[in-house]
């Protein structure tokens, strides 16, 4: 009943600069938190940053300050403005949310399907 939709990946230069959403739908009644997630080629999944519902966010320290998470509640949507982009960034990148379906009273994680970036010249 519930997912999660990314958009926004592609092939950018380095410096260049990619937008990545994530939208959730379906059958929702709260979502506690959602982030973005990577996997680069040979390596582990990491946790990117995360978006909390009071607004604070958290991001791993490759990316402090050239990425930004932002969520628009509205339109349960997240977002990941990647700026400076660099080849090691490469990855694909999975939404994550931990979302309260209408039919339970806890936390249920959901992913998306991943979304390719590729830093390269």
């Known amino acids: 009943q519930v997912q999660l939709v990314e958009s926004g990946g592609g092939l950018v230069q380095p410096g260049g600069s990619l937008r990545l959403s994530c939208a959730a739908s379906?059958?929702?009644?709260?979502?506690?938190?959602m982030g973005w997630y990577r996997q680069a080629p040979g390596k582990q999944r990491e946790l990117v940053a995360t978006?909390?519902?009071?607004?604070?966010?958290h991001y791993v320290e490759s990316v402090k300050g050239r990425f930004t998470i932002s969520r628009d509640t509205l339109k349960n949507t997240v977002y990941l403005q990647m700026n400076s982009l660099k080849p090691e960034d490469t990855a694909v990148y999975s939404c994550?949310?931990?979302?309260?379906?209408?039919?339970?009273?806890?936390?249920?994680?959901?992913w998306g399907k991943g979304t390719l970036v590729t830093v390269s010249s």
């Open positions: 994550h949310a931990n979302i309260v379906p209408r039919s339970e009273y806890y936390g249920v994680d959901f």
């Open positions: 978006a909390f519902n009071g607004g604070g966010t």
């Open positions: 379906g059958s929702i009644f709260s979502i506690n938190v």
